[in-house]
């Protein structure tokens, strides 16, 4: 009766359970996404999660990571690495558990504003069973969204296009009439309508019209990005070009040489020697140079459609 | 010495034991894991308790109230072990889960 011997199996339920008790004891609004609660849907096959995936309403975040850090919760140690996507979660870990909790803060694919996003998927909530418990949860509709998005986004993962094809067959032929209506209307209310279109195409549900201003269709842009091209090249290269004109080639010629400092942060596997590190350099410039290619084509698609109205 | 033993033994073994409310638990085949959720509410983190091998027969047993003497039957039939040789074991585990928060005891 040792927690160290608390097997990920195990773990992973029991801390769904404790974060969405901490989450009512401190009036914090929180749903719990992804893993145990598309199983329990039945929109997932089973696998072994190592995280609990939980969504804080973003004006109760820093308060709720504020109250799991009581209990033990500590952040894990981010590696300075530019994204192209916001940070969309905060890692949690404890030493007495050998799952993580991920805090999310946004839903990558949900260009809505934040808070109005989350208080829509908060209005239709469900409580789903976890380990004896009920924890506050998207509606089955809502989880199906989150399950598509979280897939569409890294489609070149195997793992994803699986549980994407699995998704779709799970619902193509057996949605109601109220369920598909309840797609538009997440897809709609969340800033979705662009990013869930192959998946509502599966379902042959006709997308709802996507927003037209200009906040929306930067965020757009930078889904699209990171969907099609999800690489440290294709990172450090729409990070640059969101800075000023006149900082652009500095930006770039900081991402060739990656300063020494900034190296090891980045890259903490390299042995620390000279020539271990002129080596991974080296390879590094090499990806990078294989990437580019990839990465202009997308600036370039990204250009055009600035020019062309922003769709 | 014995004789408060046996007030121990007695004060337990008359009781009937289930358990608690507020618990998060996993169930497997071998294995239950279980976190005491209340522990929440009064600001301490709770640990979670891995439950194995004859532990993990007790606390399935547990799920609905049993005096020790019906725990004792059970395991003995599962273990093969005579259920005199059981008995100290089987409440001392009892008064361990109780002193943890896992067991409440019902008259």
């Known amino acids: 009766m040792r927690e ?15 974060a969405s008790r901490v989450a009512e004891q401190h009036d914090c609004r929180v749903l719990f996404i992804k893993g145990s609660v598309a199983e329990a849907y039945r929109l997932r096959p089973h696998r072994l999660s190592s995280d609990v995936d939980v969504w804080a309403s973003p004006d109760d975040f820093e308060r709720y990571l504020t109250a799991l850090r009581r209990f033990g919760w500590r952040e894990r140690e981010l590696r300075p690495a530019p994204r192209i996507l916001e940070l969309h979660s905060t890692t949690l870990i404890h030493d007495s558990w050998p799952c993580d909790i991920d805090v999310h803060r946004v839903f990558p694919g949900m260009l809505a504003e934040p808070q109005d996003t989350f208080d829509h998927l908060w209005d239709h909530r469900s409580g789903v069973d976890v380990a004896g418990v009920s924890i506050p949860a998207c509606d089955r509709m809502g989880t199906a969204v989150v399950t598509a998005l979280h897939a569409l986004r890294d489609m070149h993962v195997e793992r994803n296009r699986a549980e994407f094809a699995y998704l779709v067959d799970t619902l193509r032929d057996s949605l109601t009439r109220a369920e598909r209506e ?9 800033g979705a309508a662009q990013t869930l279109g192959p998946f509502l195409e599966r379902l042959r549900i006709q997308p709802p019209e996507p927003p037209s201003d200009a906040a929306y269709v930067h965020r757009w842009h930078d889904w699209e990005w990171r969907r099609q091209n999800n690489n440290p090249t294709s990172r450090w290269v729409r990070e640059a070009i969101r800075r000023p004109f006149y900082k652009v080639p500095a930006r770039l010629w900081r991402a060739v040489v990656l300063p020494g400092d900034l190296f090891w942060q980045l890259h903490p596997e390299v042995e620390p020697t000279r020539r271990a590190m002129w080596i991974a350099r080296g390879r590094r410039l090499g990806r990078g140079a294989a990437a580019l290619p990839g990465v202009v084509s997308v600036a370039w698609s990204s250009y055009r459609d600035d020019q062309h109205g922003g769709r | 010495m014995e004789e408060r033993r046996s007030s121990r033994v007695d004060d337990v073994a008359t009781g009937r034991w289930v358990h608690a409310d507020d618990l998060a638990q996993t169930c497997g085949a071998d294995r239950s894991s279980v976190l005491d959720l209340g522990q929440i509410k009064r600001g301490m983190s709770p640990s979670p308790y891995v439950l194995e091998g004859s ?6 047993i547990l799920r609905a109230p049993h005096q020790v003497s019906e725990v004792v039957r059970v395991v003995a039939g599962e273990t093969g072990l005579d259920g005199s040789d059981l008995e100290d074991t089987v409440v001392s585990f009892i008064e361990e889960l109780h002193h943890l928060g896992l067991l409440s005891r019902l008259p």
């Not at chain 1, 773990?11 to 359970?17: I, K």
């Open chain 2, 55 to 60: 532990g993990h027969t007790i606390w399935s």
């Open chain 1, 182 to 190: 309840r797609l538009v209307e997440i897809a709609s209310a969340t």
């Open chain 1, 4 to 18: 160290r011997r608390l097997p990920l199996s195990d773990a992973v339920p029991l801390a769904h359970t404790l």
